[in-house]
């Protein structure tokens, strides 16, 4: 009998608790996810974030730069840990790493954010697609930030010694030569998408594009080239990592660096990685400008 009382008052009776708790869990539950989408859709970190589109295109511009340095025999890394090295040795270098990491985590949490609040309004397959696409922005610029913190705090190194590494590792690991070559194939298959994006300008419906005149002009002519040139860079990595995985040849899965390099040595290379160098210096510019111009 007492523990029949017991029980009808509610105190062990698994049951009649999860009844009664549910409600206010998934209440707090709803609460918790308003309160994460209120935070991430601030204007301070919105304005955070659209820096983080301007580090993009400074690290860009420098990575173009770098390239056309290549192709005038000149020396220097030609991916992001030589961007982040030729900023690190500016005026205030640690002041440019800690700021340009600082928007690229904020980019990094409001494109993390689209990724699981934003899109619901979207037919299913289109709402897959945009949140895939802002998860794999959020990854890109949360690496951006990890290489600028790796930098600043003296522990930074290069790029394409981190994806031989990468690529040596993995081939070692179980199913790993299928996972490389699917890796690469994913690499190869983005840069031709972001070739056909400049092409058909279809990134200029993720922009709040100026009147018609010299400006708006001027940031179409830039995102064509730039989006190419970086859909051309993005084939050059993925071409790499699948050749060098079917050879059994780690080491040459160097990255964009190893890429463009390898881009030097062939017939008409040096114009072809001084032309990939000027695209990638357009793209840069053009992230700069989509800092203000980025529909957030």
């Known amino acids: 009998m007492a523990r029949l009382a017991f029980n009808t008052n509610g105190g062990t009776n698994p049951q009649r608790r999860e009844l009664h708790e549910d ?43 770098i390239a056309i340095r290549l192709a005038m025999g000149g020396e220097g890394k030609a991916d992001v840990s030589g961007a982040v090295e030729e900023l690190s040795g500016q005026p205030a270098g640690p002041i440019l790493l800690w700021s340009s990491f600082a928007a690229c985590v904020a980019l990094a949490i409001w494109q993390t954010s689209d990724a699981i609040f934003d899109f619901s309004h979207l037919p299913k397959r289109e709402k897959i697609g945009k949140k895939l696409k802002a998860a794999g922005q959020a990854v890109v ?7 600028l913190a790796s930098f600043a705090i003296g522990t930074g190194k290069d790029n394409s010694r981190s994806t ?9 690991a179980p199913g790993g030569v299928a996972l490389l070559i699917v890796i690469g194939a994913a690499v190869a298959v983005a840069g031709i998408v972001y070739g056909i994006r400049g092409v058909r300008k279809s990134f200029e419906k993720n922009l709040r594009m100026p009147a018609p005149g010299t400006t708006r002009t001027a940031v179409s002519v830039l995102g064509v080239v730039g989006y190419v040139a970086k859909g051309f860079a993005l084939l050059l990595v993925g071409l790499l990592i699948v050749i060098a995985t079917i050879r059994s040849h780690p080491e040459e899965s160097t990255g964009l660096d190893g890429g463009l390099k390898a881009l030097r040595d ?31």
């Open 141 to 147: 610029f949360a690496g951006f930030a990890v290489t």
């Open 266 to 296: 062939q017939p008409f290379g040096l114009y072809l990685l001084a032309a990939a160098g000027i695209g990638l210096i357009c793209y840069g510019v053009y992230s700069m400008m989509r800092a203000k111009l980025a529909k957030m």
């Open 23 to 65: 409600p206010d869990i998934k209440k707090e539950l709803r609460e918790a996810a308003g309160t994460a989408e209120e935070v991430t859709n601030s204007r301070p970190l919105e304005i955070m974030a659209r820096a983080g589109f301007a580090v993009s295109g400074i690290l860009h511009f420098l990575v173009g730069a």
């Open 164 to 172: 031989s590494d990468f690529t040596i590792a993995l081939m070692k």
